[in-house]
Structures are given as C-alpha cells and as structure tokens.
C-alpha cells in the first residue's frame, strides 16, 4: 500500500483476539477496503483467499445450499484452487452485501469455526445490514474505515511533514507552532482537501502533482455513487436520492446550512424524502447532524428530528459536486472563505463524525444565535465554532459562553494553535485530532 492506515492496528488486535468474531469492514465505495484487506492477509497470515461476491455470483450458491461453513470452504478451495486452512489463512469476502446467504452464513463461523479468520466488507453494506431483519446480530464485530487522514496523506506525501505534524500533536501541552511549521502543514492541508481523501485520488496527486487527473478520478467515483442509486434503489426513491445528492451544495452554500428540502425541489416534503436522505446516510456518503436548542445533557434528549444538516462523507467529492475548480487553491485565501466556509465546516463535520459516531448535534437559540457543533465529551459538553475566514470574532459562541458557562470553548479555524481564557483555538489540519488537543486543555 502507498498509504499506512491508521486503522491496520485495529485489524492487527482483532487477528490476535482469543474470542475472535468475523469481522465486517465498512465503508463506502473505492475508500480503500479492499487494498487494505489484500495487504492485511499477505502480511499478517500464511496465505489469504479473496473473493468478490459482486463479481463472481456463482459463489452465492455455496452459501445458500450450505450452513456447515467447513464445507463451504472446501467448495471455495475447488473454486478458486487456494487453500484456506483454518488458523493460518485469511478469508475475504468483498462485497458481501449482494450475497444475503453469505451474511447470514458468518454466524455458522462464529458458532462452528471460529478459528477460522474472516472478514467482509462492501461498499453499500450499511444498508444492506438497515433492511436485513435476519442479520446474525452479536455474531459479528465491526470497523469502520474512512477516507484518509490529513496524517495518513501526510506519511505518503513527506515524512519530514508527518514528524512535524505528531510533534506538536503529541506534545503534552497546547503550545503554538512556529510560523515556518505552521504555513508548511496549512499548504499541504489545502492540497490534502482538493485530492486526498479518496486514497486512488490521493494517490494519482502525490504521485503525479496533477490536479486536472484527480479531479477526472473524482469525477469517475461520483458516477459510480450514481450508478448505486440506480442500481440498489427503487426507481422513485433513486431519482430521490439523486436530487437531495445533487443539492448537498446548495444546501451548505447557505449561511444558514439547516436542510431545506424546497432547495432539493420545489414544493418538495419531508415524507417525500426521508428514505432518499437515510438511503445515504446508511450507504455512507452522508453525515446527519440534528439541531438542538437546549445544551444539556443527555443531548440527545433535546434532539430536534425535524431540523438537521447533511454534510459530504468526503470534502474533495464536495468540492467536485460543486464544480469547484482547482484554481480555488492556487487563489490562496479565498480557498475556505469562498463556499461561505461550506468547506471547511464540512471538514469539521466528518472529522467529528469518525472521532464521536452520531454523537454530535448543533445549536440554535431562537433565531439570534447558532453553534456550527455541540459534542458531548466525557461528561462536558463541548461548544465548537468554524471560522473559515480571518475574521475569528464568534457572537454565537460568546451567546452560548454566556448562558451556558461552559468548562472549555472550541473554536477551529486558520489561527494558530492557542488555549486562553477558556478558549481552545486548534488549526483546521488539526480538526481530526480535536479529542486529543481537549483533552489537553481539560487538564
């Protein structure tokens, strides 16, 4: 792999469980699953066997006239000519979500041979798992990958970099970053957003330096994405999703990013798009943040289901959505002020979404105020701010300070690292690592 992820250690102490479940690895399309499993089996066991239940639906069959998973083995064995022996070899199961039988058929090796290492993976496989009644539920374990790290692209682009970008993670104090480090990470951030979410994107830039050929890349996944809704969706529900799909720009080039389903269409309802909007969200390609108007815990007791944000799962597609041209970076500053902070704010919201889940909410205080996030973290509940822009000043922010009196205030901007007052300012680069810097700050 050109990229180390971050994730192979959490495959590594999976492997070495005494009471090891199959494993099912989500994520969505061409986010890297399969690259990552192939080099997970070559260097962690003996032999590994991969098999694409998408590609090769002759395989199905084993699975649904068999519940002896010993004997469904022996069958891919003289399918494939490999030989998968239980305790030495990895078995890869892609795409597991067009085979129902094969879903089903991990519970047999968790209850009859567990020694047996395996993992499935598949690109809609969160909405097969939604609408999957018989799913073998506390049979299985899961792991979520998602698009590369500002420190994973950082590792394949420039070592020296990655020290840097660690050093002053891992230091034991919020201290800011001399000007000549600081100006290094923030350009390399901006190239980072433009192609380096996707790791066969990323790695057509780094590899090549050209914008123009990654964008094509983009431009080629986001058909693919299209493709699904035909193909996994009811027709009606399809044209849905491709609407609200077509329309996340619109929605977040707002100043205020609160969904509008009248941007989607015209006259459009609520009932009408619901399934179309949790279709995406179960596929991946989108994060739900709901509203709250009340900051007390639990959260989400005071959820409002009506009124939410959708972000992106990845900010380069965005930006292709968007048709936002690469000229945007060259242009320097007006790269996050442009888009009313769209971009940078979705960062923010996908960072959040891999570090908390769906634990993460905004706020608004009848109409003369509003919180980009809230998180609840570690019992304190955490007020987050996004200045994309120079001008840092946060009226909401000082709103909420004043009701709320919170322990510690986030704000993420293009400002250097800094602790104040309260106010913990932590650069955009550094939004992936947001639990680390409040943790710090706590102390």
């Known amino acids: 792999m050109l990229f180390e992820r971050e994730i192979y250690q959490k495959l590594k102490n999976w492997k070495t469980k005494k009471q090891r479940k199959p494993l099912l690895l989500m994520g969505a399309r061409q986010i890297g699953k399969t690259t990552l499993l192939k080099a997970f089996g070559k260097q962690e066991f003996t032999d590994y066997a991969y098999f694409n239940l998408e590609e090769n639906t002759d395989i199905h069959s084993f699975f649904e006239r068999e519940k002896d998973p010993n004997k469904i083995i022996r069958q891919l064995n003289l399918l494939s000519g490999t030989k998968i022996e239980a305790g030495t070899s990895l078995l890869i199961l892609d795409e597991i979500q067009e085979c129902r039988d094969a879903l089903i058929a991990l519970k047999y090796f968790q209850e009859k041979l567990p020694q047996q290492a395996i993992v499935a993976a598949g690109s809609l496989l969160g909405l097969s798992l939604g609408q999957d009644r018989s799913f073998p539920v506390g049979k299985v374990e899961f792991i979520d990958l998602y698009p590369l790290s500002f420190s994973e692209y950082l590792h394949a682009l420039d070592k020296q970099k990655h020290a840097v970008y660690h050093h002053f993670l891992e230091s034991e104090k919020v201290e800011q970053i001399p000007q000549a480090f600081f100006q290094s990470l923030a350009t390399a951030f901006k190239e980072y957003l433009l192609a380096g979410g996707m790791p066969e994107v990323a790695a057509q830039f780094i590899q090549g330096g050209n914008f123009g050929q990654a964008q094509t890349l983009q431009d080629q996944l986001l058909r693919a994405y299209q493709l699904d809704f035909v193909k996994h969706a009811e027709n009606t529900t399809a044209t849905k999703i491709q609407h609200i799909w077509n329309a ?196």
């Open 248 to 443: 996340l720009p619109s929605q977040l080039a707002k100043e205020n990013k609160k969904f509008l389903y009248k941007v989607v269409k015209k006259g459009a309802r609520a009932r009408e798009y619901e399934a179309a909007i949790q279709w995406l969200k179960e596929a991946g390609l989108v994060y739900k943040i709901p509203r709250i108007e009340t900051a007390r815990l639990p959260l989400k007791a005071y959820e409002d289901l009506s009124s939410f944000k959708l972000y992106v799962f990845e900010i380069g597609l965005l930006m292709r959505l968007a048709n936002l041209h690469s000229s945007t970076f060259i242009e320097g500053s007006h790269f996050f002020t442009e888009f009313k902070g769209a971009l940078a704010e979705n960062f923010v919201a996908q960072s959040l979404h891999k570090q908390l889940g769906s634990s993460v909410y905004y706020w608004t205080s009848n109409g003369k105020a509003e919180l980009d996030f809230i998180i609840n973290y570690k019992g304190e509940i955490i007020p987050i701010e996004v200045k994309s822009g120079i001008n840092t000043k946060a009226k909401s922010l000082a709103i909420y300070t004043e009701r709320y009196q919170p322990k510690l205030r986030v704000r993420i901007s293009n400002l250097n690292l800094s602790l104040q007052d309260g106010l913990l300012n932590i650069p955009l680069f550094y939004a992936e690592s947001l639990d680390t810097f409040i943790d710090k700050a706590l102390k």
